[in-house]
């Protein structure tokens, strides 16, 4: 006969549906690091609930939330594919990028309260990434790192339309494997370091400009892929 007490242990608690689509998030994530989902492919909602035995809506909450990360790109109400870019798709997205992201840097200049503490996390995150050759996890804190930017100005409309290009970028690094090594990746943590520094400082002028100059390398880069 069950005991009842063990039937009540701490140890247990009850899966939510948040658990639920988290886990597929993380299922649907790894097989992309791992190379078995790969740019361009299609992914069906059935498909991956027969694969990973949950439901449909389940696959759809977590889509939606891969879609929000850049994992994968919907085409249609049914078309779902593994975010796949061209060199015109992402010399379009830096075109309005670097826009963007060199005003940022400059409006972060120009206010005297600014908070960077979530972007100095970040960029420690990405340093520390770097250190261990973690290519994934450099990138996430890296897109990180700038989401905290866009966050501390204030513009919930400049925020919004980063949010809408920006995440690709930098899931279709991951997704491509592409191979930087721990010294490229250490520079380019050290490089957002003085990036926070130029706008703690209120330098305007050379905080926009290595805004421009960081993204245009990165372009170069990506481009490549």
């Not at 009540?8 to 549906?17: G, K, M, Q, Y």
């Not at 513009?155 to 997704?175: G, S």
Request: glycine share 6%; with cysteine; net charge neutral.
């Amino acid at each position: 006969m069950p005991n009842p007490i063990a039937d009540s242990s701490p140890a247990l608690s009850r899966l939510t549906r948040r658990t639920l689509k988290q886990g597929v998030v993380d299922q649907i994530y790894a097989a992309i690091v791992g190379g078995d989902l790969t740019a361009g492919q299609q992914v069906t909602e059935l498909g991956l609930a027969r694969q990973l035995g949950v439901s449909q809506p389940t696959i759809r909450e977590a889509l939606i939330e891969l879609e929000h990360q850049g994992f994968v790109r919907k085409r249609s109400a049914h078309k779902t594919f593994i975010t796949l870019l061209s060199e015109r798709n992402i010399n379009e997205i830096y075109l309005v990028r670097t826009t963007l992201e060199a005003l940022v840097a400059e409006l972060l200049a120009s206010s005297a309260t600014v908070n960077l503490e979530e972007c100095e996390a970040a960029c420690q995150r990405m340093a520390d990434a770097a250190k261990r050759g973690r290519s994934p996890e450099f990138h996430q804190a890296d897109l990180d790192f700038h989401r905290c930017l866009w966050r501390a100005t204030g513009n919930q409309t400049i925020v919004d339309l980063l949010e809408q290009l920006v995440p690709q970028l930098f899931a279709f690094v991951i997704i491509q494997h592409a191979v930087r090594g721990r010294a490229v990746l250490r520079a380019s943590a050290e490089e957002h370091g003085r990036l926070l520094r130029l706008i703690r400082a209120g330098d305007r002028d050379a905080a926009r400009k290595m805004m421009e100059a960081s993204l245009q390398q990165a372009q170069a880069e990506d481009s490549e892929l």
